[in-house]
């Protein structure tokens, strides 16, 4: 019998703590005195409202976990009946050994674990990967967890007043932890997928390795016009996986995108080709919350009965490296 897989569910924790617009402008004008910035910047620039802030004690294991756990809780799902979990996050809590063996432990989960990472689009490769596995027979339950605590990531105090445009982004970033199971089904949940990528511009977005560069920590550093100019050519490519995957942006009846702002939010919609009326906005109230961003629509569309069964849905991920991912499923 032909294996296939599908998304069985999804779920956040979504830290307690926010901090507003105007108290992010706040502690960077504080840090940085000799620099000018106007105030309500960052909802002018990104339309950013507030963002999640994760407790000073939690690293991203334990926000993966907190996720993973109301995601397991929900579907009725034992740990132990997990074959494989995969961590997918940009940040870790460590080095060595994989972060997704430190999840693993607290949710009580004795499956192989690995990470996964290629920026933002950690789940949505994190996803492609399970759907190989499951349709090869290698797995039948497959959890892609993630988390982000990018807030840590701001940038303070800066060594040159002319790199402000790089640093502001950082001041939009969002903390939260999520998670993702795909199971094995008799009948095709995930109908296709297609990823690509334009390597050349890696550049554009980069948070360094601080053991590799010699530093006590690597500073997130986004040139946001390079990282637009990175995409180049991915619209096409992305209207193209679809006609090869069989559908129509239109057919859809949720399109989950990567919102790192507003206005990105837009473009990512005109690049693949669907309507604001089909995405559930996140980015206002939480920030960029980076790899969580697609967990966090599926997980919010479930909560307020906008996905329901046999709906349609695309998942449209844009990651800095840069790289692109489409994944269309039948809920």
């Given at each position: 019998?032909?294996?296939?897989?599908?998304?069985?569910?999804?779920?956040?924790?979504?830290?307690?703590?926010?901090q507003?617009?105007?108290?992010?402008?706040?502690?960077?004008?504080?840090d940085?005195?000799?620099?000018?910035?106007?105030?309500?910047?960052?909802?002018?620039?990104?339309?950013?409202?507030e963002?999640?802030?994760?407790?000073?004690?939690?690293?991203?294991?334990?926000?993966?976990?907190?996720?993973?756990?109301?995601?397991?809780?929900?579907?009725?799902?034992?740990?132990?009946?997990?074959?494989?979990?995969?961590?997918?996050?940009?940040?870790?809590?460590?080095?060595?050994?994989a972060?997704?063996?430190?999840?693993?432990?607290?949710?009580?989960?004795?499956?192989?674990?690995?990470?996964?990472?290629?920026?933002?689009?950690?789940?949505?490769?994190?996803?492609?990967?399970?759907?190989?596995?499951?349709?090869?027979?290698?797995?039948?339950?497959?959890?892609?967890?993630?988390a982000?605590?990018?807030?840590?990531?701001?940038?303070?105090a800066?060594?040159d007043?002319?790199?402000?445009?790089?640093?502001?982004?950082?001041l939009?970033?969002?903390?939260?932890?999520?998670?993702?199971?795909?199971?094995?089904?008799?009948?095709?949940?995930?109908?296709?997928?297609?990823?690509?990528?334009?390597s050349?511009?890696?550049?554009?977005?980069?948070?360094?390795?601080?053991?590799?560069?010699?530093?006590?920590l690597?500073h997130?550093?986004?040139?946001?016009?390079?990282?637009?100019?990175?995409f180049?050519?991915?619209?096409?490519r992305?209207?193209?996986?679809?006609v090869?995957?069989?559908?129509?942006?239109?057919?859809?009846?949720?399109?989950?995108?990567?919102?790192?702002?507003?206005?990105?939010?837009?473009?990512?919609?005109?690049?693949?080709?669907?309507?604001?009326?089909?995405?559930?906005?996140?980015?206002?109230?939480?920030?960029?919350?980076?790899?969580?961003?697609?967990?966090?629509?599926?997980a919010?569309?479930?909560?307020?009965?906008?996905l329901?069964?046999?709906?349609?849905?695309?998942?449209?991920?844009?990651?800095s490296?840069?790289?692109?991912?489409?994944?269309?499923?039948e809920?």
């Open positions: 019998m032909t294996v296939h897989s599908a998304i069985a569910h999804a779920a956040v924790h979504v830290p307690a703590g926010r507003s617009v105007a108290e992010a402008e706040d502690r960077f004008r504080a940085n005195p000799d620099v000018a910035l106007s105030r309500g910047v960052l909802h002018h620039m990104y339309g950013l409202l963002r999640t802030v994760a407790a000073a004690e939690d690293q991203p294991s334990d926000l993966a976990a907190r996720a993973a756990r109301t995601l397991l809780d929900q579907h009725g799902t034992d740990p132990l009946d997990v074959d494989l979990l995969i961590y997918s996050g940009i940040l870790a809590d460590m080095e060595e050994p972060t997704a063996h430190v999840v693993a432990d607290k949710l009580g989960v004795r499956a192989p674990v690995f990470d996964l990472k290629n920026a933002c689009n950690g789940v949505l490769n994190g996803i492609e990967v399970a759907d190989a596995f499951i349709r090869a027979g290698r797995y039948r339950r497959v959890l892609v967890v993630s982000e605590v990018s807030t840590r990531e701001t940038r303070r800066l060594e007043p002319k790199d402000v445009l790089t640093a502001l982004p950082s939009s970033t969002g903390d939260m932890g999520s998670a993702v199971l795909v199971e094995a089904r008799d009948r095709p949940g995930i109908l296709g997928s297609r990823f690509f990528a334009n050349w511009g890696w550049e554009a977005a980069t948070l360094p390795n601080p053991y590799a560069n010699h530093r006590t690597g997130l550093r986004i040139d946001s016009a390079k990282l637009v100019a990175s180049d050519g991915m619209a096409e992305i209207r193209g996986a679809m090869e995957i069989g559908v129509k942006p239109g057919d859809l009846d949720l399109a989950c995108v990567h919102q790192p702002s507003v206005a990105f939010t837009r473009l990512a919609c005109e690049w693949a080709g669907v309507t604001a009326e089909q995405v559930l906005p996140t980015f206002a109230d939480h920030g960029n919350v980076a790899t969580n961003t697609i967990p966090l629509q599926l919010l569309a479930l909560e307020s009965g906008r329901r069964k046999g709906d349609l849905v695309g998942l449209f991920g844009y990651a490296g840069a790289s692109v991912g489409v994944v269309v499923c809920w």
